[in-house]
């Protein structure tokens, strides 16, 4: 009997100490969220009024469509975070926002992107979620330009913007083969580029081409934010330039 209490104490102990164990990696994990969490807070250049806004919508408005997002995201391998942070730049997770350019809903699509992605009802989240997702992943799909993963994500991003014909007809100025064309080839020749230049509208002298080159570097610090909280592993995150 004495032996078997033995055996019994003796497991119990190995359970303990593997509980432990388990229990102190999670907390480390925790803490080594937390840490990078707070660094990108620190160094992101979105200001204290936008940080604070993101915050509050992530809790409140987020969760009501977080399954959209990741519905999406399985359908068309175009990564959670980021769909969530190309919507919530384009309507701050609004389904009824809209502009006087005629976009609607989560993320701001087109009467004439909702034709191409099959979306009936724009200001449905989970259609205009859907929707945006498809195109997205279309033009990954079909962009020929970029040196890397990283410029061909930013340069599909762009296109979301401004629209797959202008980026077009901007590369197709720069002296190089398509695969050779970096973001910052772009980006040098959007800063040129005015609302006339692309048959759109400039606001205040707000150029377009500034205007999509902001676009695109305030998705990368929403996507940031939107992997730090949730806590993606490092080799998971995707990179943009």
Not at 9 to 16: R, T
Not at 44 to 61: I, S, V
Not at 179 to 200: A, H, Q, R, Y
Request: overall charge negative; some cysteine.
């Amino acid at each position: 009997m004495g032996n078997i209490f033995k055996v019994f104490f003796s497991f119990s102990a190995m359970i303990l100490l593997s509980s432990c164990d388990i229990f102190l990696v999670e907390k480390n994990q925790i803490e080594q969220c937390n840490n990078h969490l707070e660094m990108v807070y620190e160094n992101t250049p979105l200001n204290n009024f936008e940080q604070t806004k993101f915050k509050d919508l992530l809790e409140n408005r987020f969760p009501k469509y977080e399954e959209m997002f990741e519905k999406a995201s399985i359908e068309t391998s175009i990564d959670q975070e980021l769909l969530a942070a190309i919507s919530f730049q384009e309507s701050q997770w609004d389904p009824r926002a809209k502009s006087n350019m005629g976009v609607r809903g989560m993320m701001m699509v087109t009467l004439e992107t909702a034709a191409i992605v099959g979306v009936e009802k724009r200001l449905n989240p989970e259609q205009n979620i859907t929707g945006g997702a498809k195109y997205i992943a279309m033009l990954q799909e079909r962009n020929v330009y970029g040196k890397t993963t990283a410029d061909q994500l930013s340069i599909s991003l762009a296109k979301y913007n401004l629209g797959p014909t202008n980026i077009i007809n901007i590369a197709k100025t720069i002296d190089k083969d398509p695969s050779e064309i970096t973001w910052f080839d772009i980006e040098g020749k959007l800063k040129n580029i005015t609302g006339e230049d692309v048959n759109l509208i400039d606001l205040n002298g707000y150029s377009r081409g500034q205007q999509a080159i902001d676009y695109v570097y305030r998705v990368k610090s929403y996507y940031d934010l939107m992997a730090a909280h949730a806590c993606t592993d490092p080799k998971d995150r995707l990179t943009f330039f």
